[in-house]
């Protein structure tokens, strides 16, 4: 039995990554007091990511690529054979506004992957926004979660609608892959089990 030392989940199966996500240049953050203590803000609604971090955004010419999301609007135009051949896919943050931008790249179901970044897990964001684009956008490829991604958070993001999840480097992919059978019969209906508990079992 060959091992596969990875941190990438997909379905229930750990496999190897064959996508290279490309990270956005560092900025400094905008410092603000909140309660008496300094904190960093990420608002949303804000510019993110900044014109500035779009233009310094480099990416290799050849292979499967998950692109910032106004990375790939900015090279949609260059990277049509790329999309076409089903290399690029695309990301983006948690808190950034997206529905202006996927207007612009038209039918998403042409990228194999999209996965959503959590910077740091602190709210239900995630789970709101994997409804989101399998609901709203239709989307019926590889949804994948990637960054603060935690063991308690994978049965609930395959109920939000992601098949696909990379875990932190510093945690057990093993371990994580059991927790997408930590319930046999979630109480609450949503996007991989539609009724809830009292309409599927009879007592």
């Not at 379905?11 to 909140?34: A, F």
């Not at 950034?96 to 996965?115: R, W, Y």
């Amino acid at each position: 039995m060959t091992i596969i030392k990875s941190q990438l989940i997909y379905d229930k199966t750990i496999i190897k990554d064959e996508w290279l996500t490309i990270e956005l240049p560092k900025i400094n953050l905008e410092v603000k007091k909140q309660a008496g203590k300094v904190v960093l803000f990420k608002l949303t609604g804000e510019d993110y990511p900044t014109e500035e971090q779009v233009n310094q955004t480099v990416f290799p010419d050849s292979g499967k690529i998950l692109l910032p999301l106004k990375v790939l609007l900015k090279h949609q135009a260059l990277l049509k054979n790329r999309i076409k051949n089903q290399d690029i896919g695309f990301w983006f943050a948690t808190h950034e506004e997206i529905e202006d931008s996927l207007l612009l790249l038209g039918d998403i179901n042409q990228f194999p992957l999209i996965a959503v970044n959590i910077e740091k897990f602190s709210d239900g964001r995630i789970f709101s926004r994997g409804k989101q684009i399998r609901i709203k956008y239709g989307f019926n490829k590889t949804l994948r979660a990637f960054g603060d991604v935690l063991r308690d958070q994978l049965f609930f993001l395959k109920r939000s609608g992601f098949n696909s999840y990379l875990i932190r480097k510093d945690r057990d992919a093993v371990d994580a892959l059991k927790s997408l059978n930590d319930f046999s019969n979630p109480y609450q209906g949503a996007l991989d089990t539609i009724d809830p508990v009292w309409k599927r079992i009879k007592r």
